[in-house]
């Protein structure tokens, strides 16, 4: 199944990513805006992720596209902001990119979509991403419970 997470290193669904990675000794990896920009101001280094050459963020999303064998997107409603632009650039490239809207399908269940899709693109490097703290309060708690239900075994 998967061997590793990708996460941007933003509030939200990306920090989710990253500490249940974290808590659940998964190895991470991931690309952050140069200065290690985010809403919350830096990416704590505690977050061992690697720094882009410059501080736009879409170029940050597109390598963890890149570097993943597919993108996981979390979220509560349609894609907007730099989720879209991760559903973007996931298209561009080709790369497998499951959309899951948390308004339409409680995590448990959504686990079961997200398993079967990892199954059929056989993902190994999974990206994670989705909307920052500041757009969706509620979005870190989610996507960790999605992670939970996902990885249960």
Known sequence: MISKIISGGQTGADRAALDYAIQYSIPYSGWVPKGRKSEDGTVPEAYRLQEMPTSDYSQRTEKNVLDSDGTLIVSHGILTGGSAVTEFYAEQHGKPCLHIDLDK????????????????HSIGVLNVAGPRAGKDPEIYSATFKLLEALFKK
Do not use: C, G, S, T
């Open 105 to 120: 399908v409680p995590p448990a269940e959504a686990a079961v979509f997200v398993r079967a899709w990892i199954d059929e």
